[in-house]
């Protein structure tokens, strides 16, 4: 890979990392609106529970198809100089994608009370809460179409390498369903899944308008024959399944939580949430600027500069996410009390919250390297595996959920210990099949980084404990403004040493990620003293 390349990827991670940074924090403020507004009125768990079967459309539909198979099938024509026969694939893709949500919403809206069997195990049929529950499906499901077209859009422009609409496009839709709850949420929770439903169509027209320009070659025709469909195709259902897997594998935590006590999916979807974020902002960000790159230099069999691309990608989601793993675990209630506490929040209930963090935590480094190695067998156009291994673990999810529910006293919080696990497991397996798929060796290669790594965040992570037993927290009932900011200054002020200390031990063990970091960013600050 030329220097210029290699910096030019550099710049598009940084900004789809800002761009997802602001879309994880504006998704954070839904939620924290979510538990502030709607909460106290009793409906949060059902409103969360209402998005299962619009998001189950979404991921049968689209999900993986756009990493998978959109992306790289389109990528690779237009490197090939075949951007034509590309585009007949792509429109008879949208268009058979699109006759088929059309499909699906119909079944889901008719049979909404048999799949609320499944997705909300724990509402009893006739209750106040089932009947809102299966009211709130049915006005979200039209939000599925809005979503799935804009999937589409956004699957395009990436394979054009324009990575900037798709980034920030999130942030507008997570700022208008904000609006919406806001308005609405504390007083009529019907009206907020209309909102939601209006800020899909809002986040679809945006993102039509800037893909605008690359559409010219869609045709409203069915190409089926074409090899490159097939080629398409043959990617994007495998793809799907292991998405909608992925999702499945979600959906039977939040189906166990149900079985718990009052706002027990609001507290799992939240601590979901917070893990997330870097996941978010570190990993998938980087698999979406990854993955074109990716799927271009398998097509041009530029294997060392492939292995260049997907070493960068590990290594920098290991180097992000391990330490944030450890400040999750360390740190998890002062966490959950600095995002979630904004009216009165007891003392048990924060640290549950920081519990249901704590347990999700280790997810975010597992889930981390599934989602770049997932796009490591994309680019080699590859779906079928990912599927394969993503299948077998919902049943040692719903294994995993059973014991912890029948056999121990944790309630909801072990259905992320149940995550968890079958993360750790499906990452593992990944590792081992990729490896003896490509002849790259993934462990070997990248274990002295990974070893230099942890070290540096066990390091971190004593001074942590040290400095969080010294510096005091406000853990009192209640809430002020004041106590907010005072909540925001302890844990700032927790955090300085041990990210000086990981740092510091890092330049020593001689990690080159974080001392060519420290040296570009004090280059800056000679260019503009």
């Not at 106290?40 to 049968?60: C, K």
């Not at 469909?229 to 992925?246: G, Q, T």
């Not at 907010?484 to 700032?492: I, L, N």
């Amino acid at each position: 890979m030329l220097p210029g390349q290699e910096k030019k990827l550099s710049r598009t991670a940084t900004m789809v990392m800002f761009a997802t940074l602001l879309s994880r924090i504006t998704g954070f403020l839904r939620n924290v609106l979510i538990k502030s507004i709607m909460s106290p009125q009793g409906y949060s768990d059902e409103f969360i529970l209402a998005f299962t079967l619009p998001d189950l459309i979404f991921e049968l539909l689209m999900g993986g198809a756009i990493t998978a198979a959109i992306i790289p099938v389109l990528a690779s024509s237009l490197a090939k100089n075949k951007e034509k026969d590309g585009w007949k694939a792509m429109g008879t893709f949208i268009n058979c994608t699109l006759m088929a949500v059309i499909v699906a919403e119909i079944i889901f809206f008719i049979w909404t009370p048999a799949f609320l069997k499944l997705t909300a195990k724990g509402l009893s049929p006739d209750t106040p809460e089932y009947l809102l529950t299966l009211k709130l499906t049915r006005i979200l499901l039209p939000s599925a179409l809005f979503m799935i077209m804009t999937g589409l859009i956004n699957g395009i422009l990436n394979a054009y390498h324009k990575f900037t609409a798709v980034a920030f496009g999130p942030v507008i839709y997570n700022l208008c369903v904000v609006t919406s709850i806001f308005l609405f949420g504390g007083k009529n929770v019907e009206a907020t899944a209309w909102g939601v439903v209006f800020s899909s169509m809002i986040y679809f027209c945006i993102q039509f308008a800037f893909a605008f320009k690359y559409l010219k070659n869609y045709r409203p025709r069915m190409y089926i024959k074409n090899n490159t469909f097939k080629e398409l195709l043959m990617l994007a259902i495998p793809s799907l399944a292991a998405s909608a897997v992925a999702y499945v594998n979600q959906i039977v935590g939040g189906s166990f939580s149900s079985e718990f006590a009052e706002n027990s999916v609001t507290m799992m979807n939240n601590a979901n949430r917070t893990w997330q974020l870097p996941l978010g902002v570190f990993a998938q960000a980087m698999g979406v600027a990854i993955l074109p790159t990716l799927s271009t230099y398998f097509a041009q069999d530029k294997i060392d500069d492939f292995k260049h691309v997907l070493y960068k990608g590990l290594r920098t989601v290991m180097l992000l996410c391990i330490p944030s793993t450890m400040i999750f675990i360390v740190m998890n209630r002062q966490i959950m009390q600095i995002l979630f506490k904004w009216s009165e929040m007891s003392v048990y209930e924060s640290r549950m919250y920081g519990l249901a963090l704590m347990a999700y935590a280790p997810a975010l480094l597992f889930q981390s390297m599934v989602v770049i190695l997932n796009r490591a067998f994309y680019s080699i156009q590859n779906s079928r595996i990912p599927l394969a291994i993503g299948a077998g673990t919902i049943g040692l999810n719903i294994l995993a959920n059973s014991f912890f529910a029948n056999n121990t006293n944790l309630g909801a919080v072990g259905t992320g210990l149940s995550y968890v696990i079958t993360d750790m497991v499906y990452v593992f397996i990944l590792i081992f099949v990729f490896s003896r798929k490509t002849g790259l060796n993934l462990i070997p290669e990248n274990f002295s980084f990974l070893v230099k790594v942890s070290l540096s965040t066990i390091v971190a992570g004593v001074v942590l404990c040290l400095t969080t037993s010294i510096i005091p927290f406000p853990w009192e009932e209640g809430f002020t403004v004041g106590r907010k900011f005072a909540e925001v200054f302890s844990a700032g002020a927790q955090l300085i040493l041990p990210l000086l200390a990981f740092m510091v031990t890092a330049i020593l063990l001689k990690v080159d990620e974080v001392r060519h970091f420290i040296g570009s960013f004090l280059a800056r600050l000679q260019k503009n003293p």
